[in-house]
């Protein structure tokens, strides 16, 4: 097992920028697996946002945070973070860190094992 814990949400005016973190511990190691955040808007089905690998080398976002957010992980510490810049209304939702199936890749959110219980991110003026 796995628990996750995300901080750092808020609220937050358009153009500024908040950094999540998501504190893993428990038996089941991380080590090898892809981390991801996901987020969740009234009304909508949870979407990707972003994926890490273990060593840090490959990350992937989705197209509507690209070159606003960056995903980062520091191992040592169990944690993984998420650097949100430009903020804008639409990232309005609840941000969910999960950690992948071992040897999956992707942004298929039913493919992955553990989740946190999110933090709030609202961007209103």
């Known amino acids: 097992q796995v628990q996750l814990v995300e901080s750092g949400g808020g609220l937050v005016q358009p153009g500024d920028s908040l950094r999540l973190s998501c504190a893993a511990s428990?038996?089941?190691?991380?080590?090898?697996?892809?981390m991801g955040w996901f987020r969740q808007a009234p009304g909508n089905e949870r979407q990707f946002v972003a994926a890490i690998s273990w060593s840090g080398s490959r990350t992937d976002y989705a197209d509507s945070v690209k070159g606003r957010f960056t995903i980062s992980r520091d191992n040592a510490k169990n944690t993984v973070y998420l650097q949100m810049n430009i903020l804008k209304p639409d990232d309005t939702a609840v941000y969910y860190c999960a950690v992948a199936a071992p040897y999956y890749r992707g942004s298929d959110s039913g493919r992955y094992d553990y989740w946190g219980r999110g933090t709030q991110v609202t961007v209103s003026s």
């Open positions: 428990g038996r089941t190691s991380t080590s090898s697996r892809f």
